[in-house]
């Protein structure tokens, strides 16, 4: 499985875009990336996933350039509830297992 | 739907003692897992299943046990509790296809003293 990097906190206000990035080195071409959220007390939720250049949802966008290497989530205009830690994992579609490195715990101030 | 959903919410075990944690989800899910969050640390994975009758390890299975008679249900046994053994657990359901979107149940508290 791929090892993940991401930083470990991240500040932010109320009405800003937040971009996450999390680095992936030796991904491998069968991996997908995906990001989850989760909030104090509870399980983490599934935000988004892709495999290459940009997929957007309802709630956030995910850039991944060519070399696959590292990718970004984009929360647009974030509110104080999205203060919650973001999990970027990597895996391949050959295997079921996901692996939780220690996420970024975003804050989002008034 | 109930989603995935957890019982109990918190439990405190004595050293020694065993008990398992239950998980349900009602979504016909083929995958089901279980994992361990220690305080301000990401999650680790205990175990897993693929579908009924089929269950594997994943990075900290010592100490637990796991069965999957059937496709809704995936009980997490403890065999005989240890003051490592104090978590939050919890259990994730999804589709085969789409392993990497898991549905994540409200978690089970456990102190063991």
């Known amino acids: 499985l791929a090892k993940t990097t991401q930083p470990i906190s991240m500040d932010s206000y109320e009405g800003q875009e937040v971009n996450i990035t999390c680095s992936h080195n030796?991904?491998?071409?069968?991996?997908?990336i995906t990001w989850y959220q989760q909030f104090p007390s509870q399980g983490p939720r599934f935000i988004i996933q892709?495999?290459?250049t940009k997929v957007t949802n309802e709630v956030a966008s995910l850039f991944i350039p060519a070399d696959r290497k590292s990718s970004t989530l984009s929360l647009p205009r974030v509110s104080l509830s999205d203060t919650a830690v973001y999990y970027c994992l990597v895996a391949g579609n050959a295997g079921n297992m996901l692996t939780f490195g220690g996420g970024t715990r975003l804050m989002v101030k008034p | 739907n109930a989603g995935v959903t957890q019982t109990p919410k918190f439990q405190v075990l004595k050293t020694g003692q065993s008990m398992t944690l239950q998980c349900a989800q009602d979504?016909?899910?083929?995958?089901m897992s279980w994992y361990r969050q220690d305080p301000g640390m990401g999650l680790r994975l205990i175990h897993y299943s693929v579908g009924a009758g089929i269950t594997d390890q994943g990075e900290v299975p010592n100490g637990y046990n796991v069965s999957r008679s059937t496709t809704e249900d995936f009980p997490l046994r403890l065999l005989s509790a240890a003051p490592s053994q104090t978590s939050v657990y919890f259990c994730?359901?999804?589709?085969?296809?789409?392993?990497?979107?898991?549905?994540f149940g409200p978690g089970t508290r456990l102190t063991v003293t």
């Open positions: 979504m016909n899910h083929e995958y």
């Open positions: 994730a359901s999804s589709y085969n296809r789409s392993p990497y979107e898991q549905y």
């Open positions: 030796n991904i491998a071409t069968n991996d997908y």
């Open positions: 892709g495999y290459k």
